[in-house]
């Protein structure tokens, strides 16, 4: 109900069929499988599968469509099984989709052919999503050479005073341990817990993220 009476908001307006997929993946931090409960050892699904059911169930009815209550339940469970990793906004911008007439031969809607929709959809979702890392990479690419010379100045004294530490601690695995994880806890990180938590899942050495933090709030400061 809340979904559905635009409280769910992509660029601060409820989703329609002209929603952009992009911005919801960017906007909407919550993919399908989030809305699962753990209760002690257990994991139930009840959730999700009720929220998809409901999308099911206005779809079939849009199109004047009967479906049965079992049928509508194992498709509602189908379709999490294989489309989990899908943001809640980008199902929503499904079914608008698909009631705008987004896809042709939907008047003849059954399970089957709202599965073969909803492939196509997760397919447009994995391209937005590649799009979406190369550009990101791209822009990060861009900032680091227009800014290559200043970031060098400013940076190359901790690089090295850095890396002298790590010489100094070399024999002693427990202290270069502790040195390799130092930047999550020095002074800097308490500025901007966002940053951090970025650079958390980036494949990079600790050395290198410690660089990026320092170039981040050097950028900040301009």
Known sequence: MAVNSGILKIENKAITSITSHERCIIE????????????GDNVCKNNIHNFIELFVI?????????????????????????????KIAEFKLFVEKIKAGQWKQVHGMSPAVLMERLNDFALESMNHRESLMVNSKQNTGSFLSENGQF??????PIFIRIKEMESENSKNKIIKQNQN???KTHNWFSE???????????????FI???????FLLRKQK
């Not at 993220?209 to 170039?215: E, H, S």
């Open 28 to 39: 909407d931090g919550c993919q399908l499988s989030e809305m699962i409960e753990k209760i």
């Open 192 to 206: 901007n817990k966002l940053c951090y938590e970025w650079l958390e899942k980036q494949k990079a050495s600790q």
């Open 181 to 183: 994880e130092s930047w």
């Open 58 to 86: 206005e779809i079939f009815e849009w199109f004047g469509k009967e479906i049965k209550e079992n049928l509508s339940q194992n498709l509602a469970k189908t379709i999490y099984e294989n489309y989990y990793f899908l």
């Open 151 to 156: 970031i060098s100045e400013k940076l190359m």
């Open 209 to 215: 993220k410690l660089g990026w933090y320092q170039m």
